[in-house]
């Protein structure tokens, strides 16, 4: 069975993880960000920027930002980890939400993914277990592909009824997608497969004449006409099989076989040469491909077949040539492989600065001497995945050195911190020492005991302005003047007629104006005095205020002076132990570097040795079968008698 | 030539290079922890964020950011950063620094309005820092009533 929806499950996987994030633009409800940092890594998400999505969320997720978007954003982190293959860390991502008991649509996504990923790791049983736990119908395209990881996990375990009745489900729905249609495929090569090849065909006829909405559809299309050809060649139906094969694409990638079981049906239907044409068109496509690589030489048999044995033995010689120079293309290539030149290549056409798993597989090689020949290369799994690990390693050393001077940074940074504070440290000491608080206190707690004291006594003069100050200074000293005047009155006037206030009509009078201005005086402040009091209550309340706020700022001065130095020394230990681990990591890179090349290199060097191998057998086949013709051809002259003639016998 | 065998087994490495990412990971988080806390501190940090709610009636080109008048920040949006915003990502824009106090925030969103005209908008909003970061949103809304684009400015608390 070709494992076509791993592989496309693999490809969608970010879309599934798409589906606990909001999406509006497409028409889907709308959904609330209610974080600026859970909303910051699906900015990255949505643009596969996923190793820069996953550090901001982790980061994120330590300074306690996503809230409330808490579970919804493990589901992606766990997605994005999948993406990666990084299956342990993504599948305790997923059993972590399990366990916390997290929303019941959260759950159930945790379960599909854990499905999935039991799957990728072959534990069959577990994931069909996964998923009968996810108790009600995912959102969005998720539910579809749910249902299409059940039909390949019961594909997988031989339930072949189980997997058809999941994938009727489909049925009803308008239009198929790829992912169904890959699905079906699948079920019908495994029906044919373990003998139910009925069912099977039904189901690639099914696909293989449905319409095709696109390039992936058209391509599945000709994939299973070619099965179906293949088949009815295997059961001896060779109309089956060619009305199946006529169905494929010239221009297709299935079309090299199309054509060579086209061939192979007219030689069942004992018509060889109908068997010429779509061969020769074969013989003319890159001989890289394996049915171009048989049909060499089924194109001279198809001639032996129908008597052209000169034509038979020159088309098996070409072959033999062809084969040859491929042989020694393929050796060619091996040296470049062995030389390094495939890997550089490959790195420098596809740079790892893009992120963790970008442009997850490689759909075309850089030009090299020998492209031709590795091109088949790619349909490799372990070369793709051998390709992904040295792209990743690329970017992680990339990202280590880049992290490597800003730590350098960080520590300079640090160091003129450090000298800035110790160099403004002895004038902020000073100008701290400036200040006297206590005796500021001591001041305030006076002026309050002398507020307490003039509220209680009700004291209008206690609370009396600058203005009633000066005015209470004139009018102290001009009582003071008249006292003094009546007193020199007195000693200077006869006995007799002593002036007094009572008996001078101008001193009554200056008297009595004296007393009037003062009463007025204590009037107006009697009048302000709760006004005042109040004022006074309140300039209290903001001293307090001003006063602890300085204590606090010198409390904080204080502290900064003590603990500045301790917060530096924290940092520069924190950018050390970070140094080290970062110093760790770059051997680990360069070895799992250097091991990557290598398993490439092995890769693709056992992969054109397979070719060879098959090169071989092919010149083998094809320098048997000139034998059988020169045999054949001896033996046809040997039988036929010598016709005399004037000049003798004739070779 | 034969070829040469692998140093590693392929289950092998695959898991210790799955590993080593792990440590990366976590490697790059504490980091990234450690530089915003050396860089920008919680009593003075303030990010700027810009979002997108429909965004039908607005094609968003670039983005001005002025912090107490001084441009801190100026971006120019690719279509997938655009895409991004429409599916309902958020962008942090601008990360920095600023005193405790009254500051003032002013944007100006360039792009192409209704009708395909050219349309350039401000927004301003006077807000208040403390000891607390501040986060800031600008969100680009639809006014179906007008239909205009609107321009908010959130203070997230």
């Known amino acids: ?651 | 030539v034969a070829a040469s065998a692998p140093a590693l087994a392929p289950a092998a490495l695959d898991t210790r290079v799955q590993d080593l990412k792990a440590e990366v990971m976590r490697l790059n988080r504490d980091l990234l922890v450690l530089e915003e806390e050396l860089l920008f501190p919680a009593g003075t940090q303030v990010a700027v964020f810009v979002s997108m709610d429909v965004g039908k009636m607005f094609e968003l080109e670039s983005v001005q950011i002025l912090l107490d008048d001084k441009v801190v920040s100026q971006h120019l949006y690719t279509p997938l950063e655009v895409q991004a915003l429409h599916r309902g990502g958020v962008q942090r824009l601008f990360v920095g620094n600023l005193r405790a106090g009254s500051h003032a925030i002013d944007a100006f969103f360039t792009g192409r309005g209704p009708h395909e005209r050219d349309y350039k908008r401000g927004t301003t909003l006077k807000f208040d820092k403390g000891t607390e970061p501040r986060y800031i949103e600008l969100r680009i809304k639809d006014s179906l009533a007008r239909l205009q684009p609107e321009f908010e400015v959130k203070v997230w608390q």
Request: proline share 5%; aromatic share 6%; hydrophobic share 45%.
């Open chain 1, 1 to 651: 069975v070709k494992a076509l929806l791993p592989t496309l499950c693999a490809t969608t996987l970010a879309l599934c993880a798409a589906a606990s994030a909001p999406a509006r633009a497409d028409g889907s409800a709308p959904h609330t960000v209610n974080a600026p940092h859970y909303g910051d890594t699906l900015f990255h998400f949505f643009q596969d920027r996923y190793f820069s999505g996953i550090t901001g969320l982790m980061v994120s997720q330590h300074f306690g930002r996503v809230a409330p978007h808490d579970d919804e954003a493990e589901v992606l982190r766990g997605g994005m980890l999948l993406s990666f293959g990084m299956h342990p860390q993504a599948t305790e991502v997923f059993e972590r939400l399990i366990e916390h008991k997290a929303a019941p649509a959260v759950q159930d996504r945790a379960w599909f993914f854990l499905a999935r990923i039991r799957h990728q790791r072959g534990l069959l049983a577990q994931a069909q277990d996964a998923l009968a736990r996810i108790a009600a119908p995912l959102t969005g395209s998720l539910e579809e592909d749910r249902q299409l990881l059940l039909a390949q996990v019961l594909m997988d375990q031989q339930d072949f009824a189980g997997a058809a009745t999941v994938l009727d489900s489909f049925k009803g729905m308008k239009g198929s997608t790829d992912a169904s249609q890959f699905a079906r495929f699948n079920l019908g090569v495994a029906w044919v497969k373990t003998g139910q090849a009925e069912r099977g065909i039904a189901l690639l006829e099914a696909v293989g004449q449905a319409p095709a909405a696109n390039e992936v559809q058209r391509s599945l299309r000709d994939r299973a006409n070619v099965a179906l050809g293949f088949v009815a060649l295997q059961g001896k139906k060779p109309l089956e099989a060619r009305a199946a094969l006529q169905r494929v694409r010239l221009a297709s990638t299935q079309a090299n076989k199309a054509l060579l079981g086209f061939g192979w049906a007219a030689t069942e239907l004992n018509d060889p040469q109908l068997a010429i044409a779509p061969w020769a068109e074969l013989v003319r496509r890159p001989v890289q491909d394996a049915a171009v690589l048989e049909a060499h030489i089924a194109l001279p048999y198809a001639m032996s077949e129908i008597g052209a044995y000169s034509r038979a033995l020159v088309g098996y010689e070409h072959a033999v040539t062809v084969f040859e120079q491929e042989r020694s293309a393929l050796q060619g290539a091996m040296s470049a492989i062995h030389s390094g030149a495939l890997v550089q290549s490959l790195l420098a056409h596809n740079p790892g600065e893009a992120g963790l798993g970008a442009q997850a597989r490689i759909e075309e090689l850089p030009e090299l001497p020998y492209a031709a020949q590795l091109a088949p290369l790619l349909a490799g799994h372990e070369f793709q995945e051998n390709t992904r690990h040295l792209r990743d390693l690329q970017f992680v050393a990339a990202n280590l050195a880049q992290w490597q001077a800003s730590l350098g940074s960080f520590e300079d940074m640090l160091a003129n911190r450090r000298a800035a504070f110790e160099q403004r440290l002895p004038a902020v000491r000073q100008a701290s020492g400036a200040v006297d608080l206590p005796a500021l206190q001591q001041r305030r707690d006076t002026l309050a005991a002398e507020w307490l004291a003039a509220e209680t006594s009700q004291d209008p003069a206690a609370f009396a302005d600058s203005r009633e100050l000066t005015l209470q200074a004139r009018l102290t000293r001009a009582q003071a003047a008249l006292k003094s005047t009546l007193k020199a009155a007195l000693e200077t006037a006869p006995a007799a007629a002593p002036q007094t206030e009572d008996t001078s009509p101008d001193a009554s009078d200056n008297a009595d104006r004296l007393r009037r201005v003062q009463g007025a005086l204590l009037w107006q402040q009697a009048q302000q005095l709760p006004a005042r009091a109040w004022r006074v209550k309140k300039a209290l309340r903001d001293t307090d205020q001003a006063l602890a706020n300085a204590r606090e700022r010198d409390a904080a001065l204080l502290q900064a002076q003590q603990e500045e130095p301790a917060r530096h020394a924290r940092f520069a230990a924190r950018i050390g132990a970070l140094q080290a681990r970062l110093q760790a990591l770059l051997p680990q890179v360069a070895l799992l570097d250097t091991a990557a090349r290598q398993q490439l290199q092995h890769i693709a060097v056992t992969e054109l040795q397979g070719q060879q191998e098959r090169l071989d057998v092919y010149a083998a086949q094809a320098r048997l079968a000139m034998a059988q013709i020169q045999d054949r051809s001896q033996v046809a002259q040997r039988a036929t008698p010598a016709r005399p003639t004037g000049n003798g016998a004739r070779p």
